[in-house]
């Protein structure tokens, strides 16, 4: 049955990509929720919640709330928390409970920046979609929002779009600066990972911008076509860890590799090129290859993996497919496990 | 930045419940799911949240109907070996519109069970806010998963939205694990102790007690097979330790005819002393716990003899009522400086108590999320509870916040052993 998981747990949703973007950023963020959505943000798809503060908060609702529709409410308490704790913009991240009522998000920004005077980003999740879903559209919310001119370009630097935890399996900046400092650029930011809302504000002053994941792609082309920027896809850097391990590993047969659209192609490269990707995420076309496929489900992934001898995947997916007899090299995602590098 | 919010015993006191400040109440302002509040404050987290808690029933597996977000956590109870009986049934945006999943529940219902190499002994739907302000009759659901499969199907309500109402996801999940329980001849021997989905430490004195006066105990926790927990309509009366199974045993009343009787947990030994002499007078008999008392007495006496006066800092995450657990450490001759709780309508007794002895404490709200600037301004030598841990991580701190619960006399005790050995690890 479609939609039906009864191997492998639900994985990471849009809100927290969306919240995984809008993490360092400095702001006030508010998932739009009773309490639960938070919850699985906080408490399990932010790993960085243990170890670098942010204003990420719970809008707290209840059912009242709900069904009258009271974003007065959320507003005011909004404004209350601006008055505490004093940052450069809001932002208000969606859930399911938001898309059944309907919350119209524009005009809840347009109150929010009205009533608190500081710029408010809302993004559009509702909890049924991937987290490169929620990442993409905060992203260029951002971009949005923030960038308003072209910079002087600076020489030698670079801003890497997609540097997630979801994506990356990594919660500091430090190994992808520099994996891409070793190419030969000076300056090297990750957005939103070591990072804040003035490398956002200032993202046309970088030479090139590198996007790591399909859930930057977007933004990416909003950046090339609204000001020029060089926007490239790149394959998302592996840590040494991994790369060590799979530096030792000789493909026989058929293999299947299966990540965020960019990791898993640094994965096939590493191989020489002989392997298949697939991904639950988002399949950019342009950065695809002949046979690499999309997965919807459980069932269309039982179905797809069929044939090959080996699968380079996050272990967790392997009780998805009890009868696969081929070797399986571990590849942790934390939009899938939970599990960091 | 404004520090962290926090208010005096003795001011929040004498302004009065209904004058609690807006810090102080979670409806009023934006919610600070912060590390220290993680494991209680959603009710699909860590411990027994709804998900966990559902599957109380010996033999039973959970099918989640929700959008992914809600079951995303769920991976977290895989390490405690859950993963084979939670079951995932993914909403899209028109189902969570239109509602049109609810045709879609029985089917998967069906499927789940044939792909078991056994039967279940119930299948718990679990749904969520979606369903709540979609209005759906889970009641009708539940027979239609019924008939598609021949086996009982039980509704698990995880409705963040309703935490504050009169049956908040906590207390509908207690009902329902009880759901399967039909009529049958009780026996005067039997108790069922209500309360939590772990067992009491097995040294609590109540099982003791209740035994030297004929009375044997049955608690769902300790229902190894389904056999086992039919038994527990057998109880001639139910022990209600924590009032969110206050609701379970209504229920049980109401359809098993079993009466309850609702006892507190308490830090206070001669509060605790006072209970069983009541809990004696409802049943008809008298309790001995006059060895249990003196020894708990002579420990809290020990111990403030040997450490002195400590200050303490009490979290929420923890086996006890904070205040009452704060009122308790400064009757045994202790300051407790801060204490990081929910204030409610029935713990308002204990911080009016508090607030003749230890008017200075300062009461924060976990959840304010003004506590983001949180920073010590007191003297704290102790810390009880994870939460406080979290804000404390320098200073010696005890969680008690195992599963198995503990209670009574036997409780204080284990509370005072796990502070002294604290103390001792930091050379005190």
């Given amino acids: 049955m479609k939609k039906l998981l009864k191997f492998i747990s639900p994985l990471a949703p849009d809100d927290s990509g969306a919240c995984s973007v809008l993490y360092e950023l400095g702001g006030i963020t508010v998932i739009c929720d009773a309490g639960g959505c938070a919850g699985n943000v906080c408490g399990f798809d932010e790993p960085r919640w243990s170890t670098k503060k942010s204003a990420l908060f719970s809008a707290g609702l209840r059912d009242m709330d709900a069904i009258l529709g009271r974003d007065d409410r959320l507003v005011a308490k909004l404004a209350t928390a601006q008055q505490q704790l004093g940052r450069s913009f809001t932002a208000v991240v969606g859930t399911p409970v938001p898309a059944v009522i309907a919350t119209d998000y524009k005009a809840l920004e347009r109150m929010a920046e009205k009533r608190i005077g500081v710029p408010c980003v809302t993004v559009h999740t509702d909890g049924t979609k991937l987290y490169d879903k929620g990442e993409e559209e905060a992203y260029l919310k951002l971009f949005e929002k923030f960038v308003t001119e072209k910079q002087p370009t600076r020489k030698g630097t670079a801003a890497l779009i997609g540097a997630t935890p979801l994506n990356t399996g990594l919660t500091t900046a430090d190994e992808l600066i520099s994996a891409v400092k070793a190419e030969g650029f000076s300056e090297v930011v990750c957005i939103g990972l070591d990072s804040g809302l003035e490398e956002i504000k200032d993202i046309t002053r970088f030479e090139k911008i590198f996007v790591i994941a399909p859930s930057g792609v977007r933004a990416g082309k909003f950046l090339k076509e609204k000001f020029g920027l060089d926007v490239e896809a790149k394959n998302c850097p592996l840590p040494e860890k991994i790369t060590e391990g799979l530096k030792a590993f000789s493909p026989e047969g058929k293999t299947l590799v299966i990540h965020q659209q960019y990791a898993a192609n640094t994965v096939r490269d590493m191989l020489g090129g002989n392997a298949v990707c697939g991904t639950f995420f988002g399949l950019d076309e342009a950065a695809a290859r002949e046979g690499d496929f999309h997965i919807k489900d459980e069932e269309d992934f039982a179905e797809k993996a069929k044939g090959f001898d080996t699968i380079i995947a996050d272990i967790s997916l392997k009780r998805a497919l009890p009868d696969h007899a081929g070797k399986w090299i571990d590849l942790p995602h934390f939009a899938v496990s939970g599990r960091l590098y | ?428």
């Fill in chain 2, 1 to 428: 930045m404004t520090e962290a919010f926090y208010i005096t015993a003795a001011e929040l006191a004498a302004k009065g419940f209904e004058n609690t400040p807006d810090e102080l109440m979670s409806a009023r302002h934006l919610i600070y799911s912060s590390p220290a509040t993680l494991n209680f404050n959603s009710p699909g987290a860590k411990g027994f949240g709804v998900k966990r808690a559902g599957l109380a029933i010996p033999g039973s597996v959970m099918l989640l109907v929700a959008p992914g977000c809600c079951g995303r956590n769920t991976a977290l109870l895989n390490e405690l070996g859950y993963n084979e009986r939670f079951f995932y049934l993914l909403l899209d945006d028109t189902d969570i519109v239109t509602g049109r999943h609810l045709t879609k529940i029985p089917k998967a219902c069906k499927e789940v069970c044939d792909s078991l190499d056994y039967t279940p002994t119930a299948v718990m739907i679990c749904i969520t806010c979606v369903d709540a302000l979609l209005g759906t009759d889970m009641e009708r659901v539940c027979r239609k998963c019924e008939e598609a499969t021949n086996v009982p199907t039980l509704p698990a309500y995880m409705y963040a939205l309703t935490r504050e109402k009169r049956l908040p996801p906590m207390a509908g999940v207690r009902r329902s694990v009880y759901g399967l329980l039909k009529p049958q001849k009780r026996r005067g021997d039997r108790c069922n102790i209500l309360g939590y989905f772990a067992p009491l430490n097995d040294s609590s004195e109540l099982y003791a007690l209740l035994k030297s006066v004929g009375v044997a105990t049955q608690e769902l926790s300790r229902c190894d097979t389904i056999e086992d927990y039919h038994k527990l309509s057998q109880a001639n009366f139910d022990l209600v330790i924590n009032p969110e199974a206050r609701y379970a045993a209504q229920d049980m009343e109401k359809r098993l005819g079993i009466p309850y009787i609702e006892i507190n947990r308490f830090y206070r030994i001669d509060k605790i002393h006072n209970q069983y002499r009541l809990l004696g007078q409802a049943l008809g008999v008298e309790f001995d716990d006059a060895e249990y008392y003196e020894n708990a007495k002579q420990k809290t006496e020990s111990f403030r003899e040997r450490f002195g006066q400590l200050s303490f800092a009490i979290g929420e995450n923890v086996n006890a009522d904070s205040f009452e657990l704060a009122l308790a450490l400064t009757g045994y001759g202790h300051k407790v400086s801060e204490i990081y709780g929910t204030v409610g309508e029935r713990n308002f007794f204990f911080i009016k108590k508090l607030a003749e002895l230890s008017p200075e404490t300062r009461i924060f709200s976990n959840l304010s999320p003004t506590m983001l600037n949180y920073e010590r301004k007191t003297h704290i030598d102790i810390t009880v509870g994870s939460d406080a841990l979290y804000y404390h991580p320098d200073l010696p701190n005890v969680p008690f916040d195992e599963e198995e619960q503990p209670f009574g006399y036997d409780m204080v005790e284990k509370l005072l052993a796990q502070l002294s050995a604290a103390l001792e690890k930091e050379g005190k």
